[in-house]
């Protein structure tokens, strides 16, 4: 018994660290923000209590909070299945046997090495301002370009293009999941004289799926919570037509310092993800398939 | 064995803990100050070349020097404050006074900080960095917003700028030009630079402030649908820039049209005079048009700029000495050049007139500050205000509401953001 106990003592020794940082940096703050929703606080001054004024100043009086929901709906139901249908596209192309595979899925996973980075986003910009390197090549095909940023009918859709273009991590594990897959099933399919569009449908698809699900739930959480291309890129404009959530919270908090509001954004912004979470979960039951499952 | 890494690791732990609870004790009791400020490259190495000679000439004390870009300093720096963490000194503007008026115990008052020297400021001058009564910055550059104008250019058309001109002079001017060469725009449509306008146009026909003593806005929406009818027609034909040219440009340094020549007109704060003339065209400066007989002209003149000190600091003594050698030394202002605009201190000005160190431009500049109203500016215009007023010109300038529906939409959200800062 003692021995049993001591082995739990030095399992937990050894993750202690992680605790504390789990317990400082995220309990706390996610129970501290939660208290703050519901006070007016400055950070300078303490923070009041204010009852639920601010979960009703964000429905009734902020006109920003409906507008940047839905830039922010429309961004993560743009990118995210885009970014999806890329990476799995290229994942099935680097899924072959060709001399040299090595280097091209290094070079195809370069852009996520970058992450959510601020260079990204400058490079970005540079490429699709009015002048940009991209509309300078349009101009050589004699194709006059739009305002890639600078128009509020393309600049949500160039922000996007950011996050799909950053497909690197998801395509990686489409690849796992697709070594995953036997070979025997596409040979047996084969005899049965499947083509190559019935070998993915039926095949592929439903033995990714569940692949297709991680992919998916973490792609749109960290969609929603996307903050530095729309910061750097275009600060949320022209006309709030890039201004994702993560914007309007960053600005309450740290440019009006209105704290209480913000955590009041922060919860919403939770509850939202959970929502959509719980939903895609419910989902799953129609369309998910494991390789070991009966039905 | 197992129990040995056990106290192994506790050990590493503890040890790790430690650290971090030394890491800013070193030299703990030893008298150090922390600087901070933001600016660019100049600044930097001149304010770094000022404390370095502060550090030369006292070994037995210390200045930390901490110093960043504009983005993100004043997030940070409340963000210190708050915790109890801030540097001893810190740059500031009277911009961030609509922030922290209701909490003036952030700040030393520099009236009862022993060993600082006042002397070289009038009364006047020190009013505009006090928050009731109480004086919580040093002053630094005289400043005011000027026009800056494309000298070649102007020549070319064979537009003659004498320095006086109102609102429609300056309309007739542009549209002179546009005549000989249609590619020319007026003036540069940095959101800024339209936002000042603006509100120079709100304050020159209310003759009130932007926003008065009383936390309200000096003008009416009658006004300020005037504003941006007039400011949507200038949009058009080009008197100003379009919006969708400049919607991702913070300053005309960044503005494609205006490095290339093609603008007439920017602006610029005196205080960032010496980076806003270095073009690849010959530029002069002049004061921006004004409606006639205005009573107010909506610049912000006089210093704007600060240093404060935190209330909490442990060595008011050095961090005096610090300022007073900086701000009034003849090492320290010589070393700090006018990386800050010329100082508002007269001992500091002195020493950069006895070496030569103001150049004709800066004087042109400072005569017309000299010429420009003393409208100060008792209560700043928050960025809440701000950002719901660029939000306003964006939404007439790209046409998807009239001048009158957005200025009652303005009225609306303003008056409800004011009311909380009251």
Same mark, same amino acid.
Request: proline residues 4%.
């Given at each position: 018994m003692n021995k049993i106990k001591r082995k739990e003592y030095v399992g937990y020794l050894y993750i202690l660290p992680w605790i504390i940082g789990f317990l400082t940096l995220t309990i706390a703050p996610f129970v501290s923000t939660f208290l703050f929703s519901f006070t007016d606080y400055s950070v300078l001054s303490g923070p009041k209590f204010t009852g639920l004024s601010n979960y009703v100043t964000m429905f009734t009086?902020?006109?920003?909070f409906l507008k940047s929901l839905k830039v922010t709906l429309v961004y993560v139901f743009f990118s995210v299945p885009c970014k999806l249908v890329f990476a799995l596209f290229v994942a099935m192309i680097l899924n072959?046997?060709?001399?040299?595979i090595g280097v091209y899925r290094t070079v195809y996973y370069l852009p996520s090495i970058?992450?959510?980075s601020v260079a990204l986003s400058v490079l970005w910009r540079m490429l699709f301002m009015g002048d940009g390197l991209i509309n300078r090549m349009l101009a050589t095909l004699s194709i006059n370009g739009?305002?890639?940023?600078?128009d509020t009918h393309y600049s949500l859709i160039t922000i996007s293009l950011l996050q799909v273009w950053q497909f690197g991590s998801s395509m990686v594990i489409f690849l796992v999941g697709l070594k995953q897959i036997p070979d025997y099933l596409y040979e047996a399919a084969m005899i049965d004289g499947a083509g190559k569009a019935k070998r993915f449908l039926h095949i592929t698809l439903p033995l990714l799926s569940p692949i297709i699900f991680f992919n998916l739930i973490m792609q749109t959480i960290n969609s929603f919570q996307t903050f530095t291309a729309a910061y750097v890129v275009?600060?949320?404009?022209?006309?709030?037509?890039?201004?994702l959530y993560a914007l309007l919270l960053y600005d309450n908090a740290f440019?009006?310092?209105k704290m209480g509001y913000a955590s009041a954004l922060a919860w919403f912004l939770f509850m939202v993800l959970l929502v959509v979470t719980s939903l895609l979960f419910k989902s799953s039951g129609f369309w998910l398939h494991y390789m070991d499952s009966e039905n | 064995m197992k129990k040995n890494t056990g106290f192994f690791l506790l050990f590493l732990l503890l040890s790790s803990l430690s650290l971090f609870a030394s890491?800013?004790?070193?030299?703990?009791?030893?008298k150090e100050i922390r600087f901070a400020w933001w600016g660019g490259d100049a600044r930097h190495q001149a304010t770094v070349a000022a404390i370095d000679a502060y550090n030369a000439a006292h070994p037995e004390t210390f200045v930390k020097a901490e110093y960043q870009g504009w983005d993100g300093y004043y997030d940070k720096l409340i963000t210190q404050l708050a915790a109890g963490t801030g540097p001893d000194v810190f740059q500031f503007v009277t911009a961030f006074f609509s922030d922290v008026r209701k909490n003036?115990?952030? #700040?030393?008052d520099l009236r009862k900080?022993? *060993?600082?020297?006042?002397?070289?400021?009038s009364d006047t001058t020190l009013d505009i960095m006090s928050i009731d009564g109480k004086l919580v910055g040093t002053p630094l550059g005289q400043n005011a917003r000027i026009l800056v104008y494309n000298k070649d250019l102007a020549d070319k058309l064979g537009v003659k700028i004498d320095g006086y001109f109102n609102w429609d002079q300056f309309h007739s001017m542009v549209q002179a030009a546009k005549k000989k060469?249609?590619?020319?725009?007026?003036?540069?449509?940095?959101m800024d630079q339209i936002y000042y306008a603006l509100m120079g146009y709100l304050v020159q026909t209310s003759g009130?402030? #932007?926003?008065?003593d009383d936390v309200?806005? *000096?003008?009416?929406e009658r006004n300020l649908a005037d504003g941006l009818a007039m400011m949507l027609t200038w949009f058009e034909d080009g008197t100003f820039q379009a919006l969708n040219k400049t919607?991702?440009?913070?300053s005309a340094w960044s503005d494609p049209e205006w490095l290339n020549g093609q603008v007439l007109f920017s602006e610029t704060p005196v205080t960032q005079l010496g980076q806003q003339m270095k073009y690849g065209f010959k530029a002069d400066i002049t004061r921006y048009w004004v409606k006639d007989g205005?009573?107010?002209?909506?610049n912000p003149v006089g210093p704007n700029m600060m240093f404060c000190v935190n209330?909490?600091?442990?060595q008011a003594a050095l961090v005096a000495s610090t300022l007073n050698f900086v701000l009034t030394g003849e090492e320290g202002v010589k070393a700090m050049e006018l990386q800050r605009g010329v100082p508002s201190n007269k001992k500091a000005y002195d020493v950069l007139v006895k070496n030569n160190m103001i150049d004709d431009m800066t004087r042109k500049a400072m005569q017309i500050v000299d010429d420009?109203?003393?409208?100060?500016?008792s209560f700043i215009d928050p960025n809440e205000i701000q950002d719901a007023l660029k939000d306003t010109i964006q939404v007439v300038g790209f046409k998807d509401q009239t001048p009158a529906e957005e200025a009652k939409n303005f009225m609306e959200k303003g008056n409800r953001i004011l009311s909380s800062y009251k």
């Open positions: 009086l902020d006109d920003l072959r046997d060709i001399k040299g970058f992450g959510g739009p305002d890639w940023l600078g275009t600060s949320g404009g022209p006309m709030h037509s890039t201004y440019r009006y310092f | 890491g800013d004790k070193e030299g703990a009791g030893a003036p115990e952030l #700040f030393y900080l022993e *060993g600082l020297d006042l002397t070289g400021w060469d249609p590619s020319v725009v007026g003036y540069s449509g940095i009130k402030m #932007f926003i008065t309200e806005f *000096g003008f009416s919607a991702l440009l913070n205005a009573k107010l002209t909506g209330s909490q600091t442990a420009t109203d003393t409208g100060l500016y």
